[in-house]
């Protein structure tokens, strides 16, 4: 063969190797393509479903009891709700023994939607574990359910302190119970309202005792420190 043969024969070549190239490379990519879409159409079915979860925490106004809290996490909202506890929780005497246990069913839970109970105190709830379940429905009209199945500790709560309330609401609340309060023994004259009064009197001293202190520098060519200002006792 002469070199043009040759010099043909090795575009032909370099040809049929770049179009392989390509279609390896076509192949590859649309492989990648397809796993990112499905990757993100899973990641976005996740983050659009509801989370239900029910947790045991402290009384905003008094640490010592407890209340039942049932949160939706989620970003979808949550139907027909059932939240069972193992062993049973204590429910507090008031209740009642014929009384359901409190949020073990909920029709509807919007999304970041919280709603609480009063359970008891939290003497018998410490050094227990539940095993918490809750289930719920992501569409109302399908049979099909969503759960979730997880153990409580309880025993965090042992040792737990706190100063002043958790709640800064909380805070307020109890500031202006305790305004009110203070402002009705006035209004019912059990308590006299102390004031410091200025009136027209001291104004008239301030007036004369600041002209005597102009007078003063004006004499002595200085300032003088005001030491008479002020309404006095």
Do not use: C
Request: aromatic share 6%; charged share 25%.
């Amino acid at each position: 063969m002469d070199q043009a043969t040759w010099v043909s024969l090795a575009k032909d070549l370099g040809g049929v190797i770049g179009t392989l190239v390509t279609a390896v490379a076509t192949i590859f990519l649309w492989l990648v393509t397809r796993t990112l879409a499905k990757e993100t159409n899973r990641l976005a079915k996740a983050s659009a479903q509801p989370q239900v979860v029910a947790t045991i925490e402290s009384n905003r106004w008094a640490m010592q009891y407890a209340d039942l809290h049932v949160s939706n996490t989620g970003n979808a909202t949550a139907y027909d709700i059932l939240i069972t506890f193992e062993p049973p929780l204590p429910i507090d005497d008031l209740r009642g023994s014929d009384l359901p246990p409190p949020l073990h069913t909920l029709s509807v839970l919007k999304p970041g939607q919280e709603l609480h109970s009063s359970l008891s105190k939290f003497g018998p709830l410490i050094d227990k574990t539940f095993i918490v379940t809750v289930s719920w429905r992501s569409n109302p009209s399908s049979p099909e359910r969503e759960s979730s199945v997880y153990p409580l500790d309880m025993r965090f709560i042992r040792g737990v302190t706190r100063l002043g309330s958790a709640d800064p609401l909380t805070q307020i609340a109890e500031q202006m119970k305790k305004m009110r309060e203070d402002w009705q023994s006035v209004a019912q004259g059990n308590r006299r309202v102390k004031a410091d009064v200025f009136t027209s009197r001291d104004r008239s001293r301030q007036a004369r005792e600041m002209e005597a202190l102009w007078r003063q520098e004006a004499e002595s060519g200085g300032p003088i420190d005001d030491v008479g200002s002020g309404p006095q006792p």
